[in-house]
């Protein structure tokens, strides 16, 4: 065996046959900001996944559990039952980035609606000023969460509660019920 031959012998032993990445040292998920400002998703064998995004499974007014991490397609990369589920110094950023995505403006008074086969058209009075939106018409939007209480979901995606139909003005009332019938 040659010289050469000899040193490409001693690399090829030295060269592991797999690369283990390392674990979490807690064995816990970690969701961090990435360099880029994206999120980013440390699973607990220690691989990662760039540029995530959180989704709430339903009902969404259990904002602590059913957290789904998303890849930039929107497929589910990991799911944890618990916000507990992820490690302790990044459930402060799980907590604040969730109650970004899934802020719900209150509706206090509807000022106009009209519905257009299957799409309405509103312009409400908010706890964050007056809006205007459309609503994509289906069996679930609006939402009915109860008798007196709606969810809106409209196609941007904002979220909307009339948190009391009851307690709406009677304007506001009569315009609903046009939109039941």
Known sequence: MNQEQSNHATSQEAEPAEVKKPRNPDG???????????????????????????????????????????????????????????????????????????????????????????????EVETDRGRREFVLQGSETNPYRISDHRWQLVDVAGNRYEITDIHALDSKSRTLLELLQD
């Open 28 to 122: 816990l998920p970690h969701v961090h900001v990435a360099a880029d400002g994206t999120l980013a998703l440390t699973k607990p064998d220690g691989s990662t996944a760039g540029k995530v995004r959180l989704a709430l499974g339903w009902p969404l007014r259990h904002r602590n559990r059913y957290i789904a991490v998303l890849d930039e397609k929107g497929h589910e990369v990991y799911m944890a039952a618990h916000l507990e589920d992820f490690a302790e110094d990044c459930r402060e950023l799980i907590r604040r980035e969730v109650e970004r995505l899934y802020l719900e403006t209150h509706i206090l008074a509807i000022h106009s609606l009209r519905d257009e086969h299957r799409v309405s058209y509103w």
